[in-house]
């Protein structure tokens, strides 16, 4: 079968397709045919080996993935040949408190061997079936930004109709948790660069849009819009850079949701965290109870993944390129 694999090291130069032999499932295990993978800004991080010092080559790369069961080893019962699946970040992380050594040993695409191979083989308890109504491409957007999105708002947020929430940016995090608090019945706050990227949010339902480059102080833009209250729930991914004038946009007993570190290294002053009585709450992906609670959710409600462009198997150095750019708007795909 073939692979992208980081082979001498990291950075774009050494990222290659090379020819593994086809992996055949032990007990426990099921052998997924790979039919589409999505990106995540973490993926860049792998590139750049800059995402720990665990994280080594060779390794194949990328977390999210979906789609055919092809084989099954012995004792398994969870999916079967034919299944539509996809694979959870964590694959040891099935229900509760993440275990501590989650991230560390079963994180596909930095600990371990990731999705972006023909074939991969993997343990079936790691496996969660996807809903029907979406396509591959779509059911491969989910594993990593959506389950963070669900974490971030039903799990740590427990949110509630009428309630407000703030999202940052258009990337796959900050989408989702639109459609997901949409689909709870908040109003949603959303912030972007783009115009362009402006006309769509708008298009997608939320109720309040700031260009935060016109308004670099857009705290006070959100505290407006919120009759001098703000938000009860930020969706923060861009960390250092960004938490400051989240936790001044955030109201009084609110809750900031910290998924990401991409605006940068700013200084963060906590006080006014005490002062408010807000809670922040760090959160790093999630369990396979929350992906398929989420589904569930998904399926009823009739959601679909935004995904902004889908590149070809040989296209993955591109598609990492394009992402980088932060051109996009949802999700970077992958078709095999």
Known sequence: MKAWRFTAGFGVENLKIVELPDPVPGPGEALVRVRACSLNYRDLAVMRGAYG?????????????????????SGVTRVKPGDRVAATF?????????????????????AIDGMMAEMVCLKAEGLVHVPGHLSIEEAAALPCAAVT??????????IKPGESVLVLGTGGVSLFALQFAKMAGARVIATSSSDAKIERVGAMKADHIINY??????????????????????????????????????RRGGHIALIGVLAG?????????????????GIYVGSREMFEEMNRAISLAGIRPVVDKTFEFGQLPEALGHMESGAHFGKVCIRL
């Open 53 to 73: 010092s665990n994280v080594k080559p060779p390794l194949i790369p990328l977390s999210d993935g979906a789609g055919d069961v092809i084989a099954v080893g």
């Open 90 to 110: 964590m694959q040891t992380w099935l229900e509760g408190p993440a275990p501590d050594d989650a991230q560390a040993n079963s994180a596909l695409g930095g």
């Open 149 to 158: 999105a669900w974490n971030a708002l039903f799990r740590s947020g427990r």
């Open 213 to 250: 480059k016109t308004t670099p102080d857009w705290d006070k833009s959100v505290r407006l819009a919120t009759g001098g209250m703000g938000v009860d729930h930020v969706v923060e991914v861009g960390g250092a850079g960004t938490l400051p004038l989240s936790s001044k946009a955030v």
């Open 265 to 281: 290294r700013g200084e963060f002053d906590p006080r006014l965290m005490m002062l408010k009585s807000a809670r922040l709450q």
